[in-house]
């Protein structure tokens, strides 16, 4: 069971329950636009997807982590928040993280807010020693949580994914282990 929480969010593993609020991001084109994760079009697309979420906690293996993101205020889902075991090897893993916010969300700082708390869980709870990132260059919001958490651009991939018909452009960010260690000892300004 994944729960982690700090004074603004929860993350929690997905529950059945979450279906409803969970279809309504999961079936928003404007959410998912930038994203590789397919968009559903009913409640019954989505109840799969939700239900493969949920199937991978008994996993003894367990490689995808995607999660819901609660504000602790309110108790309110505002998205989901996820990330993907890439590499794991007896010296430290590598480990890709993905956010999704509902729109009300949005412009708020919460994207890099609850991405942070993501990554801290991540490098105390996993032998990792590398977080990565990627987004579609078009998604600047994306780009701009990748750098408020301290991720380093390690390249811009040119026509690297097919969306809607087109080619776009692809951002890779990056966050190494010691990098994230020496953040962690700077004093607050």
Partial sequence: MIATENHEFIIREHQISDLEIYHSWRSDYEILK?????????????????ANDIGQQKNPQRREYFLALLLKSTNSYIGSIAYI?????????????????????????????ATMLLIDHIFKTH???????????????????MIKCGMKKEGHFSQDRF??????????????????????????S
């Fill in 34 to 50: 930038y994203s590789r994760l397919p968009q559903s079009h009913s409640e019954e697309e989505s109840f799969i997807f939700l």
């Fill in 85 to 113: 075991i890439e590499k794991r090897e007896h010296h430290g893993g590598v480990v890709e993280i993905g956010y999704f916010l509902m729109k009300d969300y949005w412009q708020k700082g919460y994207g890099s807010r």
């Fill in 127 to 145: 032998p990792v020693h590398k977080i990565v990132a990627n987004c579609d260059s078009r998604n600047r919001a994306s780009e701009g949580v």
């Fill in 163 to 188: 969306y809607d018909n087109q080619w776009f452009d692809n951002l890779h960010y990056a966050l190494l282990k010691d990098d994230w260690e020496k953040s962690q000892t700077k004093p607050n």
